[in-house]
């Protein structure tokens, strides 16, 4: 039985997920809080297998109970946030770097059309984070943007001569992952980089417009025919596949989901190799499945550097992992080991 705790400021909000959660029979609301503070007090006298938590609350907000129940007494949180208020999906995003481990949309109303699709997302995402080892946070510091840790030395012979693209693919945990690892890039970045990322329809926009802010790099939803610039980030859009049409332009496709999804990072990488080569940076973070790892040891076969987040700061080492089991990654590496490597490589160190 997986044990519950609802974080949410409204009776009608809580009675209706509790009403939800628990048409799961494996699946066991064992409390309920009005705000954040109370959510700190539930955990620190009982603990739940996994948190939802509302953002926008009186008092103690989402965010800041996250910081503190993951500071403290770390559990699996789950942000349940509306995605059409911008405010609230910059802190749910904020709250995934504090150390929350997903986010999905607050389901509607039994009578909208997303109704089934909302309820057995925040289902099976409340599952599936049940089973998520999380660790201790540290209390709020300020990270340095570039890190100074020496990184690992590659072959001068496997250095590609020039990189042209990189490419990113991520789910469970990602968003503050590429928030670091786009952090810690020098601005004008002499290369494109073209991101799958793994997350609830509706929260695309707002990470994106997080990124931008964050990381002070231009971050967009990428567009069909659209040229790829230096510098710039892109984001494969909501229920669109993203490659490559020749070297340098997107191309979005509708054809079936890979993995079980669309946007598919297999379809990325298989698409960047194709179009570069081994001209390329292929990059797996944190994730459930395996979606990507394949293609990533396909880039390694055409000559591109291929790099895979290591199992202590994953969420879930997933995608990373088969990445590592299939020999596809040449480092296997920390996210704030990552911007270092691929300044180096770019530059052909």
Not at 255 to 272: H, K
């Amino acid at each position: 039985m997986i044990n519950v705790l609802i974080v949410e400021d409204s009776l009608v909000v809580r009675k209706y997920l509790k009403h939800i959660l628990e048409s799961d029979k494996t699946i066991r609301v064992i409390g309920t809080a009005e705000d954040g503070m109370e959510a700190v007090e539930f955990v620190r006298e009982k603990r739940p297998d996994v948190i939802t938590m509302d953002i926008n609350m009186p008092g103690m907000n989402g965010l800041e109970a996250t910081r503190q129940i993951m500071e403290t007494n770390p559990v699996p949180i789950v942000i349940v946030s509306a995605s059409y208020n911008r405010k609230d999906v910059e802190k749910s995003f904020r709250a995934m770097e504090a150390g929350a481990v997903a986010i999905v949309e607050k389901p509607a109303g039994n009578a909208h059309p997303d109704y089934y699709e909302a309820t057995r997302n925040l289902i099976q995402t409340v599952k599936l984070m049940s089973e998520i080892k999380v660790v201790r946070r540290l209390p709020r510091t300020r990270p340095s943007r570039r890190g100074s840790a020496a990184i690992p030395q590659l072959s001068p012979d496997l250095i590609p001569e020039r990189i042209k693209l990189v490419a990113i693919g991520a789910s469970t945990g990602g968003p503050p992952v590429i928030q670091a690892i786009l952090a810690g890039l020098q601005k004008g970045f002499p290369a494109p980089l073209l991101v799958v990322q793994h997350i609830a329809k509706g929260f695309l926009k707002g990470l994106t417009e997080w990124l931008k802010e964050t990381t002070g790099h231009p971050v967009h939803i990428a567009k069909d025919g659209e040229r790829i610039l230096q510098g710039h980030i892109y984001f494969a859009p909501d229920d669109f596949h993203m490659g490559l049409e020749g070297k340098s332009r997107i191309a979005l496709s509708k054809t079936d989901p890979e993995n079980g999804i669309r946007p598919s990072v297999s379809y990325l990488f298989r698409s960047a190799a194709r179009a570069s080569g081994g001209n390329m940076i292929g990059v797996l973070l944190t994730g459930m499945g395996k979606d990507g790892a394949d293609e990533l040891k396909l880039m390694k076969e055409r000559g591109a550097v291929t790099i895979a987040q290591d199992r202590k700061s994953s969420v879930v080492f997933g995608m990373p992992g088969e990445a590592v089991r299939l020999g596809a990654a040449q480092f296997v590496l920390p996210p704030d080991k990552i911007p270092k490597v691929l300044e180096s490589m770019i530059k052909g160190e």
